[in-house]
């Protein structure tokens, strides 16, 4: 009788997982080379056939690499299939920054996170455009590389960097998504650059020591933020809620979809926050 496959460390279900990152990543960029068909979904926000094609890809491979963990995945959510959640568990998002995918632009990823005890504790980001990965795990560190001919190479351990309370603070903030709110906690801080980004790679750029905060006070999924998050806090950040706890994943007792809505945010490198 044939045993049960002894579980992937976090590190290695990242390293198995690669291949078919870059795989969604090319179905994507397929999806785009051809006449770009564009739907909404009951909140109104954007879908493509690239979404669903670069969940199905992912989705086959979780199926293969952990079969026991439960998956819960944008747009399988949205066609109705949310999983029951009750331990660890594993957030997808097949296109995040959809907008600026179908605008034309290059700040889209694809995202993989795997939750446990409500902390993410490993995270993929792939940029399709530019073929750079970004990997995170709890307690191994962080690293980013760039993709050639199917494999990532040139991978380099990322930090973030540090930020003292009399050095000016550079700030990622969201391309589409920004709100008053959000400004009102930018300007507590002596601000120097203020760079706009679209999708998980705001928490990339803070995990590579390109910018020192990226504050979030408007709608979020756990999908958006799960893989950046796991990147950021493996490179030596931090992500909290307003009251400076840790940022947590998981059910919050709403119905369906909703179950799933994060509070609001701040993601940030080695710095004292302002709460």
């Known amino acids: 009788m044939n045993q049960p496959a002894t579980p992937l460390s976090d590190s290695d279900l990242a390293e198995a997982l690669l291949p078919a990152t870059i795989r969604a990543g090319a179905a994507i960029l397929d999806v785009r080379s ?7 979904k009951s909140d109104a926000s ?39 959640v009750d331990g660890a568990f594993l957030l997808v998002d097949p296109l995040d920054g959809t907008k600026e995918f179908i605008s034309g632009g290059s700040d889209f990823t694809v995202n993989i996170g795997l939750i446990r005890d409500n902390q993410p504790v490993m995270g993929i980001v792939y940029t399709p455009v530019t073929g ?11 690293w980013m590389g760039r993709m ?16 003292g309370d009399d050095t000016k603070v550079d700030v990622v903030a969201s391309k589409s998504h920004r709100t008053p709110e959000t400004d009102d906690y930018i300007n507590r801080y002596p601000v120097g650059d203020l760079v706009s980004a679209g999708s998980s790679l705001k928490f990339c750029l803070v995990a590579e020591g390109k910018a020192d905060l990226y504050p979030r006070m408007g709608t979020t999924m756990q999908w958006d933020t799960a893989a950046g998050d796991a990147v950021l806090r493996a490179a030596g950040g931090q992500v909290v809620s307003l009251d400076g706890t840790p940022f947590p994943y998981g059910p919050n007792g709403e119905a369906g979809a909703a179950a799933f809505r994060n509070e609001w945010f701040i993601a940030a490198g080695a710095m004292a926050l302002k709460t």
Request: proline fraction near 7%.
């Open 46 to 84: 954007p879908v493509t056939e690239a979404d669903r094609a670069a969940e199905v890809i992912i989705l086959a491979e979780l199926a293969r690499l952990a079969p026991g963990i439960p998956v819960v995945a944008e747009e399988a959510v949205a066609a109705g299939d949310l999983p029951t």
């Open 148 to 163: 050639v001919d199917g494999a990532v190479v040139d991978r380099k351990p990322i930090v973030v960097r540090t930020c």
């Open 132 to 142: 750079t990965m970004y990997v995170g795990i709890a307690g191994d560190g962080a």
């Open 34 to 40: 051809r006449t770009l068909e564009v739907e909404h």
